[in-house]
């Protein structure tokens, strides 16, 4: 799905074909927008069922998806990813924020309003097991869409459902059996003929392999994109690491806690990560081990566990384990602002990029402790756009034994971080 | 998608047509079992359940046919044969109860009414209060447990207060108490009709939880399924959800507590008789024949051993063939 925005219009016929019946929204317009988009759960207790506090679940993102193009969405266990997915579809109601299809706000809109669209907007569920209904039949189910829409398409229902199992790879024959009769990825490519017996323009699809066999895994994806070049379908993957999402995506978002913490096409991504998260979801799947510091590699072990998002930690949410985190980052809130065309990031001190508050150069006690865990190289990296991350990598090195004792802002105080770059 | 990932397909292309390939030559022989067929074949392979089944058919029949089988055996459940009695002891004269060709179980002390007709008699008493009642706990228990799992909320909240509040009711004592300041006549019904019917709703009234309890935890667990957002992102509704996907996978717990509750509704009725609050003689009770055999359980053992042992039977049967139901509905063993 990467470069296809590219090769679509040049070369690819399938891709010109699935302009064509996308019906409008030639590739690259926005098909979706987002904006200060929430969700948060409200925490009840007690006889009277009285609010006492709200999961922050989805807590003010933007972003849009263009026409065509394959959007990949990244995150830890529990950041929001799968509660982002069902407000875009709509099968959740906004706390808070907007959501606009083709540019029509559909925020608010309820089950008979958003009905029409649902055509248009379809999703791909996680799990094999509980997304097929078991009392049905394949027939019942890949129908299903038909008659909840009232559509009758050419040659009838059933002929529709047996093209539709061939086209996801099943025996057309085998409309009358039940899912338990069918192995994961067999269930799951008709949870797929399902998402896409309407014709849809947008798919949301929530982790769709990762209840699937690894040998599996590649085989759905790749189905998944023949029939996105074939339909012109736009996709929205969401995944909890980047092993799925980094060949099939264009652009990448990287979740943290509800929020967007950088946004970025494939390549500026792979090329340069800004975001220390980012970073450490690339260097490695995350896993906090402080025993593994001995045995300092490139991966980056991230200290202690997701915050809870009842009461996420203030400023910036990830400076409870970044090892890059100043007193600028417990306060402030970073902004997700395009640093580089292409490439959007939320981070007072970004990786391969300028400083955004060269000014603050004192590492917190925690980052000090999340950088133990932090491979050399990659903290020598660090120290090139913080001053802060400088100043301790110097430090260390002058007394490997001593204790970091915590510096004044004057001490480590300089004008020019830039000049820190070598001192590792 | 770039190479890494298109590799594999290449390899992978095959085995995919080989899956479908295999899986489509016994796709013609082989329609699609649905997971209720899986069950009924399941039970059809358990020999016990099948017996339990079967004997619950024939009381059904028996019960259904009583008149026609007591009018074959020339016998009536009310007639007395006051020649069979010892006039000494009450009992009846004869080895056994009385046993002989014409009364088959025997005779009851003091008046010798036939003890096969009235326990004949007894068992339409018995089931019909047994399945009435479970009917009524099961269709209030599924009409709230729906309601209360479905919607939540503060509606919820009130019946699942409901449910604890009758679960903690001492039933016995208030039914006892309410058949005591009953009238004789109601709703154009009198006499032992007036207490079946009270039975069939208070016996019903008070199980309902047991079914509410469990509709509502599985009405819970199966919303959050994700093919029930599937329904939701193709437009579907509430009532859809409800009926198309929901209850369909109700049904299998719904039958499972309903053959597991008609037992036990047996016992309560039968318990009631015992107290003497359930049927009014003369109509026949089994409870009722037990309570009444208690003054003679020395001289005239027969006459209680011959209702007990049909309650007995009865629940036995009910048992086997409800968990019989289970295990083959049992959606863990499903595969
Ligand atoms: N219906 C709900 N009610 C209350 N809290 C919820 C609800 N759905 C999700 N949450 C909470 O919102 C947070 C985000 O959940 P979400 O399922 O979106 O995470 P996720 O990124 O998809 O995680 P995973 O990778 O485990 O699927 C979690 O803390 C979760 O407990
Ligand atoms: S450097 Fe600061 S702003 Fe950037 S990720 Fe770390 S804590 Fe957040
Ligand atoms: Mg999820």
Redesign the interface.
């Known amino acids: 799905?990467?470069?296809k925005s590219e090769d679509a219009a040049v070369t690819n016929p399938a891709q010109s074909e699935g302009a064509v019946l996308s019906k409008d929204a030639a590739p690259g317009e926005t098909l979706l927008k987002v904006t200060g988009l929430q969700k948060h759960f409200p925490i009840r207790k007690g006889l009277l069922?009285r609010q006492v506090g709200a999961v922050r679940a989805v807590d003010g993102i933007d972003f849009e998806v263009r026409s065509g193009e394959t959007l990949g969405v990244v995150g830890e266990s529990g950041c929001g990813k799968s509660t982002m997915g069902?407000l875009i579809?709509r099968?959740l109601e906004p706390t808070a924020g907007t959501v606009e299809f083709e540019g029509k706000d559909i925020t608010h809109l309820g089950?008979g309003g958003?009905?029409p669209l649902?055509r248009d907007?379809?999703?791909i569920?996680?799990?094999p097991y509980?997304?097929?209904?078991?009392?049905?039949?394949?027939g019942t189910i890949i129908s299903?869409?038909f008659r909840?829409?009232g559509v009758e398409p050419e040659g009838g229902v059933k002929r529709e459902v047996q093209r539709l199992l061939s086209v996801v790879?099943?025996?057309p024959?085998?409309y009358?059996?039940?899912p338990?009769?069918f192995?994961g990825g067999?269930r799951q490519r008709i949870?797929i003929a399902?998402a896409l017996a309407?014709k849809p323009k947008l798919v949301v699809a929530d982790e769709p392999v990762s209840a699937l066999d690894v040998?599996?895994q590649?085989?759905v994806?790749?189905l998944m994109?023949d029939l996105q070049q074939e339909l012109g379908l736009t996709y929205v993957i969401i995944a909890h690491d980047l092993s799925v999402v980094r060949?099939?995506s264009d652009r990448i978002a990287v979740m943290y806690l509800g929020k967007i913490v950088e946004l970025a096409d494939r390549e500026s991504l792979y090329k340069a990560p800004m975001h220390p998260y980012t970073k450490a979801l690339m260097s490695a799947v995350p896993i906090p081990d402080p025993r593994r510091r001995s045995a300092k590699s490139e991966r980056i072990l991230l200290k202690g566990d997701v915050p809870s998002p009842i009461s996420p930690p203030s400023g910036c949410r990830f400076h409870t384990r970044c090892w890059k985190a100043t007193q600028i980052c417990t306060t402030v809130e970073p902004q997700l602002v395009e640093l580089k065309p292409g490439q959007r990031v939320a981070c007072h001190h970004p990786e391969n990029f300028e400083d955004q508050a060269p000014q603050d150069t004192v590492l917190l006690t925690a980052a000090k402790e999340a950088a133990e865990l932090v491979a050399d190289e990659v903290l020598a990296e660090s120290a090139t756009t913080s001053a802060a991350v400088a100043a301790e990598v110097a430090e260390v090195a002058a007394s490997p034994t001593g204790p970091a004792a915590e510096e004044t802002p004057d001490a480590a105080a300089s004008d020019e971080p830039e000049t820190d770059r070598d001192s590792k | 998608m770039t190479a890494p990932l298109h590799e594999p397909t290449a390899e992978t292309a095959p085995s995919a047509a080989e899956e479908a390939a295999l899986a489509s030559a016994d796709a013609k022989a082989v329609q699609g079992r649905s997971l209720g067929r899986i069950a009924w074949e399941r039970l059809k392979r358990d020999k016990l359940a099948l017996a339990g089944g079967v004997v619950v058919l024939l009381l059904v029949v028996v019960a259904l046919f009583a008149p026609l089988i007591t009018g074959i055996l020339g016998q009536d459940p009310d007639e007395y044969h006051e020649n069979l009695i010892d006039p000494l002891f009450g009992t009846p004269t004869g080895s056994l109860g009385g046993i002989s060709g014409d009364h088959l179980l025997g005779v009851e002390p003091v008046n010798g009414r036939d003890i096969l007709a009235r326990i004949l008699y007894g068992a339409r008493i018995s089931l019909l209060v047994g399945f009435l009642s479970a009917m009524v706990a099961v269709i209030l228990g599924t009409v709230l447990g729906i309601l209360a799992g479905f919607f939540g909320g503060w509606l919820d909240s009130a019946i699942s207060r409901v449910m604890d509040g009758l679960l903690a009711f001492p039933q016995l004592l208030f039914i006892i108490a309410l058949v005591s300041v009953m009238p004789n006549e109601m709703l154009g019904l009198s006499g032992s009709s007036v207490r079946v019917f009270v039975m069939i709703l208070v016996i019903g009234f008070f199980g309902w939880p047991y079914i509410g309890r469990v509709v509502r935890g599985q009405t819970l667990s199966l919303r959050e399924r994700e093919y029930v957002e599937a329904a939701r992102s193709l437009g579907a509704g509430r009532v859809y959800i409800l009926f198309k996907e929901l209850l369909p996978n109700l049904v299998a717990p719904i039958v499972v507590y309903s053959t597991m509750m008609i037992p036990t509704n047996i016992l309560t009725e039968a318990a009631l008789s015992f107290l003497g609050v359930g049927v009014k003689p003369p109509t026949a009770s089994w409870g009722q024949m037990l309570s009444s055999a208690i003054d003679y359980y020395e001289s005239d053992p027969m006459y209680m051993v011959v209702p007990g042992v049909a309650i007995f039977i009865t629940v036995l049967a009910f048992n086997l063939f409800g968990d019989g139901v289970r295990d083959a509905l049992d959606p863990k063993a499903s595969r």
């Open positions: 799905m990467s470069e069922q069902r579809t099968l089950v958003m009905r649902r907007v379809q999703m569920f996680q799990d509980s997304s097929l209904n078991p009392r049905h039949t394949i299903a869409p909840l829409q790879g099943l025996n024959e085998h009358n059996r039940y338990h009769e192995s067999q949870g399902r309407l040998s599996i590649a085989q994806v790749n994109d060949h099939v």
